[in-house]
């Protein structure tokens, strides 16, 4: 009975696939905007930084009925984030800095839209990302900072010590120091390497909010955060770095404005029209 009821399933869909196939074609899209960003959990506030978002992507449809569409998006994306802070007179103790972060990632985002009458689209997912490029300036002196595990590290490498690489209590963190042996007259800072590095890989959630402006004209806003910490880093009292007081784990926090063009728009429609006429 099974195999009878998997066999009238594979019939049915066999029948209905040419005029599925007719009605619905894949589209493809272009993208171009900018993006305003930060990242939380380094001590610069609002979303100062801005960067270049362009791309292209298909749009595969799954669904139709009655006004109502739903369609997968799978995109390429070069992406521009980062961070901030234009000088050091609004400074806090822990970051006496002027800022300027560049993080230019290749991305490959994995949307769900569902589309009312063509016009809106609400959309939800997921992305992946590469760095390409990474610079990290402290008063326009570049820090050196490079691309790794994003943990924090001992100053020189020794696997009889415990592991600080997850760390994120400083009190957590003084208690381990002080169970190797090392005495409250050496700071923290003097012993433990201020995270150096930024994982190269970054996994984010995304929502859009899609208008369309004109035929195949589209404006959509997208709100974008990391899954995952980018970096744990130490943040000090004083400008000398030697006083550790917290440590904060970063993310990726990004809103997108772009416009969208979207290909044989016109003709998936008119296939749609003349499928609905045929049946």
């Known amino acids: 009975m099974k195999r009878f009821r998997i066999i009238t399933v594979l019939l ?17 899209e272009v993208f171009f905007g900018g993006n305003a960003c930060q990242v939380d959990g380094d001590e610069c506030f609002g979303f100062k930084k801005f960067g270049v978002h362009a791309g292209a992507g298909a749009l595969v449809p799954i669904f139709s009925s009655s006004g109502v569409n739903l369609d997968v998006g799978l995109e390429v994306l ?16 822990t970051f006496p800095y002027a800022y300027n972060l560049k993080l ?37 002196i570049s820090t050196g900072i490079g691309l790794g595990d994003g943990k924090l590290h001992w100053k020189e490498d020794d696997d009889t010590r415990p592991d600080i690489g997850r760390i994120d209590d400083i009190n957590e963190l003084d208690a381990i120091v002080r169970s190797v042996g090392i005495p409250d007259t050496i700071g923290i800072a003097s012993v433990i390497d201020n995270s150096h590095t930024y994982r190269a890989h970054d996994f984010n959630i995304c929502a859009s909010l899609r ?9 959509e806003l997208r709100y974008q955060y990391s899954l995952r910490p980018l970096r744990y880093r130490l943040f ?22 772009r ?4 290909f044989n728009e016109h003709r998936s429609k008119a ?9």
């Open 259 to 262: 416009v969208v063009y979207i």
């Open 78 to 93: 070069f992406n521009q984030k980062g961070a901030y802070k234009r000088d050091s007179i609004t400074h806090n103790s």
């Open 211 to 219: 208008v369309r402006l004109w035929e195949g004209i589209h404006a």
């Open 12 to 28: 049915a869909l066999l029948v209905a696939a040419p005029t599925l196939l007719h009605a619905q074609i894949i589209k493809g």
């Open 236 to 257: 000090y009292e004083d400008s000398g770095l030697t006083l550790a007081n917290q440590i904060r784990t970063q993310y990726n926090n990004s809103i997108t404005l």
């Open 271 to 279: 296939n749609k029209a003349s499928s609905k006429e045929e049946q």
């Open 104 to 140: 230019n990632y290749a991305e490959i985002p994995l949307m769900l839209y569902l589309t009312d009458k063509d016009r809106y689209s609400l959309g939800v997912g997921v992305s992946y990302g590469r760095v390409v490029y990474l610079d990290e300036k402290q008063n326009n």
